[in-house]
């Protein structure tokens, strides 16, 4: 079974204040994303990978940045947090194909400040 | 432009109750699987279900799901809802070649004794 593990779990930052979500997967998939989870919205695509090296804009990439340095870590990063930008953040992982299910990591609650 | 609909955001019901769960699509790319994901609280979002076939039923976990691409749709059904089965559900259809999934805005289930 795929294991996707986000870090850190909580995170309560500043605005103005750079932050960065981790995640770490071990099921050798290619393709790894980040989405937002907010009351009202479910979820909603920041940016997602292809692979290492590559990364593409989802639907709301605004204000994040993101990096695929090796095939299993794939990090989200605010450069500069807003309030806005309070929210539950997941990671996932998938393999390529029609048939590719994705994979969720826990979860980070990220409040800003 | 692509989407996919879920029209009821909120969803209450007695237990024992029969479940439909509305997801319609605006296009889906050939020949491609359609996705239910289930989230339960403090959980992370996991595969509930999915399928390819037209007009083929697909049974997982006492829900069941009929492609209709005549309707573009693929409602999620359970003959007699159950307390555990509340949750957060979404419809995830693909879009593009790479598979690309959109996002339904997710119908939250609420099962009462």
């Known amino acids: 079974e795929a294991a996707v593990t986000q870090s850190p779990r909580n995170k309560v930052a500043v605005t103005g204040g750079k932050v960065t979500l981790s995640c770490n997967q071990t099921?050798?998939?290619?393709?790894m994303y980040w989405y937002r989870q907010d009351t009202g919205h479910g979820l909603r695509l920041i940016h997602y990978s292809y692979g290492a090296g590559s990364t593409e804009k989802g639907d709301i990439p605004d204000g994040y940045k993101a990096s695929r340095p090796s095939q299993e870590n794939f990090s989200l990063i605010l450069e500069l947090a807003t309030p806005s930008q309070t929210s539950v953040y997941f990671c996932a992982s998938g393999d390529r194909g029609r048939r590719a299910e994705q994979f969720f990591g826990p979860g980070t609650r990220l409040t800003v400040l | 432009g692509d989407s996919v609909t879920q029209k009821e955001g909120l969803v209450t019901l007695t237990e024992g109750l029969p479940v439909m769960l509305n997801c319609t699509y605006q296009?889906?790319?050939?020949?491609?699987?359609l996705f239910w994901y289930v989230h339960y609280l403090n959980e992370s979002p996991r595969l509930l279900l999915k399928?390819?076939?037209d007009n083929k039923r697909t049974e997982h976990q006492g829900f069941h799901a009929t492609l209709h691409k005549s309707s573009s749709s693929f409602h999620l059904q359970k003959s007699s809802a159950q307390l555990s089965d509340s949750a957060l559900y979404y419809c995830a259809p693909p879009v593009d070649s790479n598979y690309q999934l959109i996002w339904g805005s997710g119908t939250k289930l609420i099962i009462k004794p």
């Open positions: 099921n050798n998939h290619n393709n």
């Open positions: 296009t889906i790319y050939s020949n491609a699987f």
């Open positions: 399928s390819s076939t």
